[in-house]
């Protein structure tokens, strides 16, 4: 079974600070999604990427999938309270099951 | 809004009862997974439904468990005779029929909280 290690697990930080929260696996995946959850919701979709190296940006997050399919990254630049919440990373298992890390904890205070 | 419907939003239950948890996909999706999240661990797979099919349904707990999705009306996940450790948020995520290649995105309900006493 494949699965997917998310670091850190906890981060408090101050508005206008940068992060960077990290996706790691031994396995290899076709695709891999990030999502962010908020208390009592569903996850939500940010981003799938595909193709190895490829870096995606969406406002100030940036995702990046590494070369060999294995790791991504997401970087939130000058963070704000509003990008509180949990984030997660899923790996696309052969089309079907997405697998799911345990999520970082973002908190973000003004 | 086309969004993942998902009802009840919160279900309470006495042991031995049964748990119905109903999932109506985004407008145009044929594709139904449904997954659950424990405190403190992630989302784990269940199982994966096309219209009157279960594809996979290797993360779901062979006795008790069960989950269709009829060719009309919502796709349904059912818990027979729940017990406490059955408490959790049951989610549910929709795909497109058609898909390009390598992806695999799936949109997520607002899930439904089912706590059993």
């Known amino acids: 079974t494949q699965l997917l290690e998310q670091s850190p697990q906890f981060l408090s930080i101050q508005e206008g600070e940068n992060l960077t929260v990290y996706c790691n696996s031994s396995s290899v995946f076709s695709s891999l999604q990030w999502y962010r959850q908020e208390p009592g919701e569903g996850p939500v979709l940010l981003v799938t990427v595909v193709t190895g190296g490829e870096v995606k940006k969406l406002k100030r997050l940036t995702f990046q999938f590494g070369d060999a399919r294995k790791d991504s990254s997401l970087h939130i630049t000058a963070a704000q309270p509003g990008d509180t919440g949990l984030y997660l990373c899923a790996g696309d298992e052969a089309g079907t099951a997405l697998i799911f890390g345990k999520g970082t904890t973002l908190s973000v205070s003004s | 809004n086309a969004g993942v419907m998902q009802n009840p939003r919160h279900l309470v239950r006495r042991r031995g009862q049964e748990a119905r948890l109903r999932c109506s996909p985004m407008k145009g999706h044929s594709h139904v997974y449904w997954y659950r999240q424990l405190p403190e661990e992630g989302l784990k797979f269940m199982v994966y439904?096309?219209?009157?099919?279960?594809?996979?349904e290797s993360g779901m707990p062979k006795e008790r468990f069960s989950a269709e999705f009829p060719k009309e009306g919502p796709s349904i996940l059912r818990i027979q005779q729940v017990v406490r450790g059955d408490s959790a948020a049951y989610f549910c995520?929709?795909?497109?029929?058609?898909?390009?290649?390598?992806?695999?995105?799936?949109?997520f309900g607002p899930g439904t909280r089912l706590t059993v006493l």
């Open positions: 439904l096309q219209k009157e099919n279960i594809i996979d």
């Open positions: 995520a929709s795909s497109p029929p058609i898909r390009g290649a390598l992806k695999n995105e799936q949109f």
